[in-house]
């Protein structure tokens, strides 16, 4: 899906036409008990390349918050670099303060929809999950912004083709107050998935969770596949051929 | 305080390292009729003294709401004070926009701070001739500060501005210490009481003071910043004439609070 401004929009000399080049393919996310976990796979994929195999999509942001990223990885950096600045200038004002995730989600959301009106996109689907202690208790928050501005808060997210695969698994299996490992096995099983039929995935993954006590990135590992089936066995038996 | 060769534009410091446009600033919120705010650590309550220009004329207002959270009360130059109430009530609906979330109380009186503070360094400026009483809630409990014309700011478990507000403030440094755990309707009926000692010969009636309170019950839900009715105030007061009021015991504590008296710079 490419876009191409005309001249006559938005005051410009300048045609801006984007097309993604480097991209991250899925992200999932979801509550659980104590916190919010979120995971994707490790790679970035050059056009139809499966190009770069350790890229972190997942990053912390400031003590309450994990932002995960689909689509341009150099607009995700561009991204974390702003949310640099605001958590750096959110801890000089030094008064017990802090941002958190809901903040920060709005934040974006003005980012991404701004760029979008000036037909500019940043070309990312973004999830922003993290806890922060209310005056309820600890709330936990999780919610996506894509690149035409779209937000809403959920209890489990998915980008790119993880709306079509995962999500129809997180609807269905998806409880309140899963245990951490219950939420994991969910997590893979969405994952696993994914390898499966996307073929932008990779076998290296990623799992990251946010609690009160904050946040934790995993190092990365892989899931355990399955070719076994007969129908893989001489594909070529029901062939027709001509010769 | 005399005319002296010092005091002509504020961006000309006296031998003593004094700047004598800002103290005549500080005066001017002296002048103004009394305000008085107090906090616990869940509401903040702010009141005013109504004092009419004349018989004729009706009183000018002196408590605005900045945001659903955060409020002020002023004394001094109220004309200064309403161009200083839509400059806060700008950005905290600014930062609403960003972040969908209320601006901390504390960013908001410095905001405040450092803009008064632009013009005591400028010639062609003036001080604003208003003190404010920033009283708000945010994540970090209720908030109370008191912002002068130097661009100074602290923050407060109970003040009071204005004229013969010594009177108030003597009150409120007897019992200041039990605010953090007072109800809502306590810390109203202090702020009555404070106010009543500023008036020295009038009764006082719901029709010469403002009260407005904003704070958060103890099941989480907010109560935002409002102004209280009239008929609410004059029951509260009927309330406090027939209690007999327990005489407060005396705090021996270190005063919380700086004397308005003490030169700005004196930090």
């Known amino acids: 899906m490419g876009s191409q401004a005309p001249a006559a929009a938005g005051g410009g000399q300048t045609q801006r036409t984007q097309y993604p080049y480097v991209t991250g393919t899925s992200v999932i996310a979801l509550k659980y008990k104590d916190g919010v976990i979120m995971a994707c796979d490790t790679g970035a994929s050059y056009g139809s390349t499966l190009r770069y195999k350790s890229v972190e999509r997942i990053k912390a942001v400031g003590k309450h918050s994990l932002i995960g990223a689909s689509g341009e990885f150099s607009d995700f950096q561009e991204i974390l670099r702003y949310l640099d600045e605001l958590t750096l200038s959110d801890h000089m004002w030094d008064d017990g303060n802090s941002l958190g995730p809901k903040e920060i989600h709005s934040y974006l959301t003005r980012v991404m929809y701004n760029r979008r009106n000036k037909f500019d996109p940043l070309w990312n689907s973004l999830v922003l999950g993290g806890v922060k202690k209310g005056p309820k208790g600890d709330e936990k928050y999780l919610g996506m912004v894509n690149m035409i501005g779209t937000h809403f808060e959920e209890n489990h997210i998915a980008t790119g083709f993880g709306n079509h695969l995962a999500i129809p698994i997180l609807r269905a299996e998806w409880r309140e107050d899963m245990t951490f490992e219950e939420a994991v096995k969910l997590v893979e099983k969405c994952l696993l998935v994914l390898l499966y039929r996307d073929r932008s995935s990779i076998n290296k993954f990623q799992i990251a969770k946010i609690t009160t006590e904050g946040s934790t990135i995993y190092p990365p590992y892989s899931l355990k596949t399955y070719w076994g089936f007969s129908h893989f066995e001489n594909p070529a038996q029901g062939a027709v051929g001509s010769w | ?267």
């Not at chain 2, 390292?17 to 009729?33: C, D, H, I, T, W």
């Not at chain 2, 360094?121 to 209720?142: C, H, M, N």
């Not at chain 2, 099941?219 to 102004?227: A, K, L, R, S, V």
């Open chain 2, 1 to 267: 305080m005399f005319r002296n060769q010092y005091d002509t534009d504020v961006t000309t410091w006296s031998p003593q390292g004094r700047l004598f446009q800002v103290e005549y600033a500080m005066e001017a919120v002296k002048q103004g009729s009394a305000c008085v705010g107090l906090r616990s650590r869940t509401h903040a309550v702010l009141a005013a003294a109504n004092k009419p220009a004349s018989e004729l004329s009706s009183y000018q207002r002196k408590v605005f709401r900045v945001a659903e959270h955060a409020g002020v009360a002023l004394a001094g130059l109220t004309a200064d004070g309403r161009v200083l109430s839509r400059f806060l009530r700008n950005e905290c609906i600014n930062h609403s926009f960003v972040y969908e979330a209320p601006l901390p109380v504390s960013r908001l009186a410095l905001k405040l701070a450092d803009k008064a503070q632009v013009c005591t360094q400028r010639s062609w400026k003036r001080p604003y001739g208003v003190g404010l009483l920033v009283a708000g809630l945010d994540e970090t409990g209720a908030h109370l500060y008191y912002n002068c014309p130097s661009g100074n700011y602290f923050e407060y478990q109970a003040f009071a501005i204005g004229s013969r507000s010594q009177a108030a403030k003597t009150f409120l440094e007897r019992r200041f210490e039990g605010y953090n755990d007072y109800t809502p309707e306590q810390l109203i009926k202090d702020a009555l009481s404070a106010i009543k000692e500023t008036l020295q010969a009038e009764k006082l009636t719901s029709s010469n003071c403002t009260v407005a309170i904003v704070g958060r019950k103890d099941d989480g839900t907010i109560e935002p910043f409002e102004m209280i009715d009239a008929k609410r105030i004059q029951e509260i007061i009927d309330s406090m004439e027939v209690a007999e009021e327990a005489p407060a015991e005396p705090s021996s504590m270190q005063e919380e609070e700086r004397g308005s008296d003490a030169a700005p710079m004196d930090i």
